[in-house]
């Protein structure tokens, strides 16, 4: 286990779309690993293998709820809510910028776990906000993309 450098905002590597994975081996396990000691070290909620330099469609999440950790591998978005949410969002590579997304209330996704089997996972609120950015983050978007509304940016804040 072990701490990533985490990209910034500054880099176009952010922009470049993540390719399937197809391994499951000892080396994913140890990307997830050293992903998810990442961002609990950054107190972030979710970080995608992008933001870590390996274009690989892996991404993990917690947003502190009883499930901890989920991993995340090659995951697509198969169902959301009509129902939206509107609140403040951010990013680990965009440190101390915040602006308001709208994403759905609820969404449903499809994955693979760190041994290939497929598994779902359903999430509202702050979870389902987290599904989306992560997912995103694997096609080269980012949240800045959709921001409605820039909040003011606090730089003592995640640096
Ligand atoms: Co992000």
């Known amino acids: ?23 499951f081996d ?3 396990h140890t990307l997830l690993d050293d992903m998810a000691d990442t961002m609990h070290a950054a107190n972030g909620v979710g970080l995608a ?16 709820d009883e499930d ?5 591998i090659n995951p697509v978005i198969i169902e959301t809510s009509e129902e ?3 609140d403040a969002e951010g ?8 602006g308001m997304v709208t994403r759905p209330m609820h ?8 041994h290939g089997d497929l598994i779902e996972v359903e999430g509202s609120g702050l979870k389902a906000r ?9 096609d080269g978007m980012l949240f800045v993309d959709l921001v409605e509304e820039v909040l003011e940016r606090d730089d003592e804040d995640d640096e």
């Open 91 to 98: 990013c680990l590579s965009f440190p101390g910028q915040y």
């Open 49 to 64: 293998a992008v933001q870590v330099g390996t274009l690989r469609r892996a991404v993990v999440i917690d947003v502190g």
């Open 26 to 28: 000892k080396r994913l």
């Open 107 to 114: 969404v449903k996704a499809q994955a693979q776990n760190r």
């Open 1 to 23: 286990m072990a701490i990533r450098t985490i990209i910034r905002d500054t880099d176009d590597f952010l922009r470049k779309k993540s390719r399937e994975v197809t391994v």
């Open 84 to 86: 939206e949410q509107t």
């Open 130 to 138: 987290a599904l989306c950015h992560e997912t995103d983050h694997l």
């Open 68 to 72: 901890g950790v989920i991993e995340l």
